[in-house]
C-alpha cells in the first residue's frame, strides 16, 4: 500500500533496463490513464534546476490527471504526479526522503500530501488528492515496466509418522535437512543434520510427503 507525505514510499523492484522519464510517461499515455497533458523538462526547462547535477535526476517528467483540477502550468506533482529517474538508486531515495520531509514540516506546499513510490532509479511522485484505487492504475503501469518478481523455490517436506522428525529438500540440492523435536536429538545435534540422498531416513520411521513447490 502507498504511503502519503506522513510516511516512506513504497520500494519496488528496479527497472531490468535503463529508461527516462519520458519513457514512463508515455507508457502512462499507452495505457489510456486520463492524463490532461504532460511535460518532459530538459536542463533549461527543469524548474528545479537539477538534470545533470550532482545527485540530481538526469530526466524529468510531470503531469496533470484529468480528475484534479489543474492549478500550475505546467503541471506539478500536485496536479496529478511527476516521475524523477537518477543515477543510481540511493540517490532517488534521498530525493524522496527530502521531499517528504518537505511536506511534513510545511503542510500547505501539498495539503493533500503526496505518494511515492521508487522502483530502483525511479522516483514516482502521484498527487495526494488521487484516491486508492487511481493511484493503483499508475503503479500497474509502473510494474509493467520492471522484472516480474521471482519467486523463491519452494522445499519438498517429509515428516515422520511420529511427528518427531521433519526433513527439507530444496531444488537443486540432493540433500535432505532434518529438525528433530527429539530432546536427545537435539543435544546430539540432530537438528540440521544433512540426511545422505541414498539413505534419506531411518528405517524403523515412516515418512509422509507435505508438500512439494
Known amino acids: 500500500m502507498a504511503r502519503n507525505a506522513q510516511d516512506s ?4 523492484p528496479g527497472p531490468s533496463e535503463p529508461v ?15 492524463l490532461r497533458t504532460f511535460v518532459v523538462f530538459d536542463e ?10 550532482d545527485s540530481g535526476y538526469l530526466s524529468k517528467a510531470s503531469f496533470a490527471d484529468e480528475r484534479i483540477r489543474q492549478r ?22 534521498e530525493r524522496s526522503e527530502y521531499v517528504l520531509r518537505v511536506l511534513r514540516r510545511v503542510p500547505f506546499v501539498s ?26 492504475e499508475y503503479e500497474r503501469v509502473l510494474r509493467t515496466m520492471l522484472p516480474p518478481t521471482v519467486r523463491p523455490p ?11 522428525s521433519i526433513a527439507v529438500r530444496w531444488a537443486g540440492d540432493p540433500s535432505w535437512y532434518r529438525l528433530d523435536a527429539d530432546a536427545d ?10 540426511l545422505r540422498t541414498d ?3 531411518s528405517p524403523d520411521e515412516e515418512w509422509t510427503t507435505l508438500g512439494n513447490g
Open 199 to 201: 539413505e534419506p531416513f
Open 111 to 136: 495539503p493533500a500530501g503526496e505518494f511515492h513510490y521508487l522502483a530502483g532509479p525511479i522516483l514516482l511522485r502521484l498527487a495526494g488528492q488521487l484516491s486508492p484505487k487511481q493511484r493503483q
Open 185 to 194: 536429538a537435539t543435544a546430539n545435534g540432530g537438528i540440521g543434520e544433512r
Open 44 to 53: 533549461r526547462t527543469d524548474p528545479n534546476g537539477r538534470i545533470g547535477r
Open 72 to 93: 500550475s502550468d505546467p503541471p506539478d506533482a500536485d496536479d496529478g504526479g511527476s516521475v524523477e529517474v537518477f543515477g543510481d538508486a540511493e540517490d532517488a531515495r
Open 154 to 164: 519452494q522445499p519438498e517436506i517429509r515428516v515422520s509418522r511420529s511427528g518427531r
Open 9 to 12: 514510499a513504497v520500494v519496488l
Open 20 to 34: 527516462t522519464a519520458d519513457d514512463i510517461v508515455r507508457a502512462f499515455v499507452g495505457a489510456e490513464l486520463p
